[in-house]
């Protein structure tokens, strides 16, 4: 619900309409006069919610290494 409230904050409203531990639905009108339409809501939508989840570490933070192991060239074919 965390997760869906923070993305509902980033819009400026909406409500959760229902709950539970695993799931949770929302609603939100959108408004041409202000400039909100729902593929504009989509895209901010969806990165504010990697945003929260990448605060949460449940991103890698794009740190990746070259030091890898990489077993594949050992192999003679």
Known sequence: MAWVS????????GKIEKSSPGW???SMVANADKGEFTLKLKES?????????REKGCFPDGDDSDDDVCYGNEFEW
């Open 6 to 13: 923070a993305i509902l904050a980033a819009w400026g409203g």
């Open 45 to 53: 939508g969806l990165q504010t919610g990697i945003n929260f989840l």
């Open 24 to 26: 949770c639905t929302a």
